[in-house]
């Protein structure tokens, strides 16, 4: 058994089974042991990027992390960007890197650089093996420290002679470092700001996070909810959350800042369930990034590496709540529309016919709030969202929430300009025969910096500065770039196009791009 | 005038004119200045990977630095990997990066990171501007740091408020900071180091880098083998190689450890300017990294910061030579063959066809040996190659190259595992209406890893190992993807079809790719 070997069947008995990789001459020890030990399933991507945002979508869906697979500093810094995302959601995943041998780092050969540099900003542990026989104990903390509440990405160095010198044996799984309780004190005060508020007219709200928004979670927000009329929210970009008919209603925080200011008008004390107070995404001059109204205090029920799930159930029962949350979301479908495509239009297309249960990995971007809206009284489905704000994230997370959901349809509402980002993901969907809907909103444009471009005050702005955020010139044509990696693809220009060729796509399996002309 | 117009005026009076951009909301003031500072010339890319490709080819060619523009820690994060092959080619570039308003990073928005940290591994030089008053001095400061000899990357941190506050005025340009002199008593040794080797039947080879694969340093270098007898060699990967007929003539160091081994064998010493001793590019089990033969000893003309042409020059005085290299490449073209395309046909091809004064931005990987094989006694040409060995750089580097030299053609060979990472770029050479012609070759394979596979000794590798680094399945189709980019595109199965093809090519203006089933 070699190290490569001992850390493969380790990652296995750590439930570790599920590999993204773009592997490069030093993992080829790595590669290779998939062989051996028959149980580990690799897909092979072919940009770093996807393989770290496939990572993310898997460790949401899967709530376990999988493994990742990359090649030296410059391969982990193609796959930093999706890390940020990830860490943002606290996503586990086991970031293996491969790097030159111990003894050939001296000789600064082209490939070699600051392999841990690169890591940290997006890492909760990194660690660099030193030895062919301690991969096996440093990839169980690995998993370890990936698991660990609230989640985070472990990163793993490999120098290549630890992969190929011989191992002793391979390690079992360390115990789960699960979250902390929330103490009984914590929970009674919290029952008491909602019971004496409620008593003096003051208006509640919680801000669930991380598992709150999930299952049992959910179910004690909604039973709170049903006692003493808080307001559940979440936030914009909440990881993973399970909306639609049937659920406990969750309202969305919405994305700027003034907008914040406005949905919380007259709240006068926010919950805060694993999350962190309200902030503008950006900062604009002259307006504040702290969005609550004047007077609204915010109270930690939990933090993030607390069970969120544990103190609600307990928040539940201290406030003598019904054993099972009695509000749900009624199923409200639009009708289908004809015309013109928009994102409105688009979007009830999309609620009006997409069957229960999907998965969305979302990043439709600008065209998000009309989806939003109409997704969240439409049939019951899983969100995945763009949680650290980085672009191309949505392709990638459609290919890792399908691996780890093979019997879910997922749902892919892409912007395209950040689905231009990690194009090369379409590939990996036709190999891995994915059952994945790709929906490309193309609006040729960078469509938010217009925006933008207003909002912040940007004097002057003229011809250059507005080309910089047009995508026309050329246009580009997902239908050939879709086909070029192998995908079946066609192109909507109206609401009946659509209405037909996404109604075909959702009847049948398989990975499948719709280009819509808004 | 607000901090960004103080900017671009400063980088427009340091010579920095062109600014490869992928911006996103905390750059929006920066897009706007570009406006009111006309003479910036902003490249949209879409992808960051591509804006500091297009950064690395524009500063080969250029010799002057170009400006990039990214947005927040993750769009550089996206950039690193190409700015990794900058540092290892010591490319000038100023590398612009914005960030948050100063006051909102205390909220730790979901696109807050480490900046600093993830630039760390691949700058020379990093400043955050602390105020929109510093930004023009800390920009003029940035452009010294990236022309500083032997040049690299200078990362500039700007956070949105020193964008949008009131700024004084533009600054100046710094004097650079040119090469360091070689002392006279240095040259003297090594002078004498060749003479005495010559007396002794000693073999003496020259390695070249930098400058002196250049105009006046290589035809120095050709004057000191006219009179003495010397090799010369560049690096595999030798940033900027200018070669072909009528050239001074330089022998290219192969990629493979054991293939240097051979081709040093009877040199007795090497003779260093400005580049490094000979190591394996990768290690492997129980061989040695390091290259040299036995009793082969290493001499340091000049080291990476010096001037190898002044010393190449003043050697070349010392020693009694010429005053003109007579000692030049004759032009050999192979005839143009018929039949199967394999990576030898489909040279022959590029080298008989391809006029004088071309620029390369090779990424050819497998297929390079014959390609440099026959270019190097083709039309005189420019070669790019990848420098620090990350793949996804021909790309990007082939529209830095076309935009520094708009009046040459640029062609781009390329393997089709690596041009999947920066496929985007594709959109930015047909919105350029650049003068590229890209050739992909497609294997359809991650080629070298199937050699690499094997030379590592990663034992037992079996379908699924192979399956990592094979591209069958799906078939990529390269000109549906560049038809999807809105760039003209064709495919050639046979010399014929190739040939056809390529001519056409090289007779038309604006960007065109080729797709090669080899």
Not at 96 to 118: C, E, K, N, R
Not at 132 to 139: C, E, H, I, L, P
Not at 227 to 236: A, E, N, P, Q, W
Not at 460 to 467: F, H, R, T, V
Request: glycine share 10%; net charge negative.
């Amino acid at each position: 058994m070699n190290g490569a070997q001992s850390l493969v069947q380790t990652l296995i008995n750590c439930e570790v089974d599920t590999c993204f990789a773009n592997p490069g001459t030093s993992e080829m020890h790595f590669v290779a042991a998939m062989d051996s030990v028959t149980k580990m399933h690799p897909v092979l991507c072919l940009f770093e990027g996807v393989v770290t945002g496939a990572a993310d979508g898997y460790g949401r869906i899967a709530g376990k992390p999988a493994a990742t697979l990359l090649h030296c500093g410059p391969g982990l810094a193609n796959g930093l960007a999706n890390l940020h995302n990830a860490r943002r959601g606290n996503t586990p995943i086991v970031n293996i890197v491969g790097d030159h041998a111990t003894f050939h780092q001296q000789y600064d050969a082209p490939l070699a650089s600051d392999v841990a540099g690169f890591a940290r900003p997006v890492s909760s542990w990194i660690c660099e093996s030193k030895n062919s026989k301690t991969v096996a104990g440093d990839a169980a903390r690995a998993v370890q420290a990936a698991r660990s509440a609230p989640g985070g990405v472990a990163t793993l160095i490999l120098p290549a002679d630890t992969a190929w010198n011989p191992a002793d044996c391979a390690s079992g799984a360390l115990a789960d470092i699960g979250p902390a309780m929330v103490s009984a004190e914590t929970i009674e005060q919290v029952a008491k700001l909602i019971s004496e508020g409620n008593a003096t007219g003051k208006k509640t709200a919680m801000l669930l996070s991380g598992k709150a928004l999930l299952g049992d979670g959910l179910e004690a927000a909604g039973r709170v909810q049903a006692k003493t009329g808080v307001r559940l929210f979440c936030d914009t970009f909440a990881s993973v959350s399970e909306l639609g008919a049937g659920r406990v209603p969750v309202e969305r925080v919405p994305y700027f800042a003034e907008q914040i200011v406005a949905f919380l008008t007259g709240i006068d004390r926010i919950i805060l369930v694993g999350a962190k107070p309200l902030v503008s995404f950006f900062a604009y001059p002259g307006k504040p990034s702290w969005c609550a109204p004047e007077g609204c205090e915010y109270t930690y029920l939990s933090l993030p590496h607390e069970s969120g799930v544990q103190a609600l159930q307990q928040l539940a029962d201290a406030l003598g709540a019904p054993a099972i949350s009695p509000i749900r979301v009624p199923l409200t479908l639009p009708d289908l529309p004809g015309g013109a495509l928009n994102p409105l239009t688009a979007a009830q297309i999309i609620a009006n016919l997409t069957p229960e249960n999907v998965i969305y990995a979302d990043e439709s971007a600008t065209s998000s709030l009309p989806l939003l809206m109409n997704l969240g009284r439409a049939r019951a489905h899983t969100h995945l969202a763009l949680t650290g704000g980085s672009i191309g994230l949505g392709l990638p997370l459609a290919i890792g929430a399908a691996i780890a959901a093979p019997n879910r349809k997922v749902v892919c509402p892409h912007g395209d300009g950040g689905a231009a980002y990690t194009v090369q993901a379409l590939w990996t969907m036709v190999r891995e025969n994915l059952d994945i809907t790709v929906v490309i909103y193309a609006n040729r444009s960078y469509a938010i910096l217009n925006i933008e471009l207003q909002r912040v005050g940007a004097i002057g702005a003229g011809p250059k500065a507005l080309s910089m955020l047009d995508l026309h010139h050329p246009e580009m044509n997902w239908a050939h770039i879709a086909n070029g990696f192998g995908m079946e693809a066609s192109r909507a220009t109206t609401c009946e196009e659509f209405t037909a060729q996404y109604a075909s796509a959702m009847k049948s399996k398989g990975p499948r791009l719709i280009e819509v002309l808004i």
